[in-house]
């Protein structure tokens, strides 16, 4: 990999005058970001570790739900999460290996947005809000497609902020050699209606299921679902699945998590 | 070129790095603990796992800048004050947990990191816990078995066969 200037703020205020040079490039648990760059698909001339910033650690209830610091990693959500947010939990539990999750961050999922990763679709289903250094994010304005979102250049995820739903479940069909989603299905129950939201299967990244959600908000059951199917158009098709495998896989998958939900 | 300090294996060291410089390098070619063996150098196969701060990383994907002042332990660091092998690496030969022995350091690191979280593993468990490391001459079996027995339950009545 090509050599790079590192540096370490403590401060979020110091990160984003770091992130303000030239060819700055954050850094949170790099286990996307460090194959990347011995790949030579990312040659940052200065990279800026979030990992030291106390601010945007760890886990905990607060204004308009859970908050989690952006540099927390999957580990401590999984353990931090357990009693909070049980989904959220899980979901954090089962990415990637143990190893990955004792070093990747939401933040590093969330501003990567990995068409098949899975932090994107707890964030859209919960209809959580991103902070940054500069704003706060909806959800549906965050995600614009695979590997992009609505970050600036230079803009630094703070933490995000889920709202706790009424019922919610997270279901992952593996894909055993990468750890990612083949296709994953969040649901979450709010007061509001049901959120549905699906990562791993679309060309664009996670989105929303909307026919699924209008049956399940009135009728939160798997076979509320029973009648719709799933288009394969944009559907990512690859040596493991095709569209259309994939289109069904959303279907089944998402009956088995409102059966799964609680 | 930056020198970075931290705790290896229970002594202070430092050597001198890149901003590039991976953690699994620092502690082969800067400290010469060649024990972490890098298989892939892509993140997938586990080799390279080392307790960062009492967790279980990929020092592959770990730079040592980002580390500096941290707690590290390496296979180096597993066997007992006296020389003999640690419970992990014991069971591991015990059991026969390995063939030709590349994955093998990664596997008790990981193992280890897992004993510690969880002291009495079922064999699903064990198994979802050694996910993240490969070996390559495929004997996961009796590596399952060495971990069940690290753990010090009774083997045959805990692993399938």
């Known amino acids: 990999m090509h050599n790079f200037e590192f540096v370490k703020p403590s401060t979020i205020a110091d990160a984003v005058k770091a992130m303000a040079q ?3 490039q954050a850094l949170s648990g790099g286990q996307t970001l460090l194959p990347t760059m011995k790949q030579r698909l990312a040659q940052p001339e200065t990279l800026v570790s979030l990992t030291g910033i106390p601010e945007m650690q760890g886990v905990c209830m607060g204004e308009g739900g859970l908050h989690v610091g952006a540099a927390t990693l999957h580990v401590t959500v999984a353990q931090d999460a357990k009693a909070l947010y049980p989904a959220l939990s899980t979901l954090a539990g089962g990415i990637g290996d143990p190893a990955v999750r004792n070093r990747g961050t939401i933040g590093g999922s969330l501003a990567n947005n990995d068409p098949a990763a899975c932090y994107p679709a707890a964030v859209l289903a919960s209809g959580a809000t991103v902070v940054t250094n500069k704003r706060k994010i909806a959800a549906d304005d965050y995600f614009q497609g695979m590997f992009t979102t609505a970050l600036d250049d230079g803009e630094i995820i703070t933490s995000v902020i889920f709202p706790v739903p009424q019922k919610a479940a997270y279901v992952k069909f593996n894909q055993p050699a990468s750890r990612f989603a083949l296709t994953a299905v969040f649901v979450a129950k709010h007061a509001g209606g049901v959120r549905v939201a ?10 929303r299921w909307t026919e699924a959600e209008t049956a399940l908000s009135a009728d939160f059951s798997p076979s509320a679902i029973s009648g719709l199917t799933v288009d394969p158009t944009g559907m990512i098709a690859d040596l493991h699945g095709t569209a259309a ?4 896989l959303v279907k089944v998958l998402t009956g088995r998590a409102v059966a799964a939900a609680h | 070129m930056t020198k970075v300090t931290m705790t290896v294996n229970g002594k202070s060291v430092s050597a001198e790095t890149e901003g590039r410089t991976l953690l699994s390098s620092y502690l082969r070619e800067g400290l010469g603990l060649t024990g972490t063996h890098i298989g892939c150098d892509t993140s997938q196969c586990g080799a390279c796992v080392v307790h960062l701060n009492g967790r279980a990383v990929k020092s592959c994907t770990v730079f040592a800048q980002d580390v500096a002042g ?6 180096e660091g597993m066997a007992n004050a006296d020389g003999s092998l640690g419970v992990v690496q014991q069971a591991f030969q015990d059991h026969h947990g ?3 022995g590349f994955c093998t350091p990664g596997m008790v690191m990981a193992s280890a990191a897992l004993l510690a979280e ?4 079922t064999e699903a468990e064990v198994r979802h816990g050694l996910e993240g490391n490969i070996c390559r001459c495929t004997g996961y079996h009796n590596i399952v078995k060495a971990v069940l027995a690290a753990s010090g339950q009774d083997v045959a009545a805990v692993a399938a066969e």
């Not at chain 1, 495998?245 to 069904?248: D, F």
């Not at chain 2, 969880?118 to 593993?121: A, D, E, L, Q, S």
């Open chain 1, 22 to 24: 030239d060819g700055a």
């Open chain 1, 198 to 207: 699906v990562t791993g299967a679309s060309n664009d990244g996670v989105f």
């Open chain 1, 245 to 248: 495998y994939r289109a069904n």
């Open chain 2, 70 to 75: 941290a707690e590290v332990r390496t296979i």
């Open chain 2, 98 to 100: 390995l063939q030709c």
């Open chain 2, 118 to 121: 969880n002291p009495k593993p």
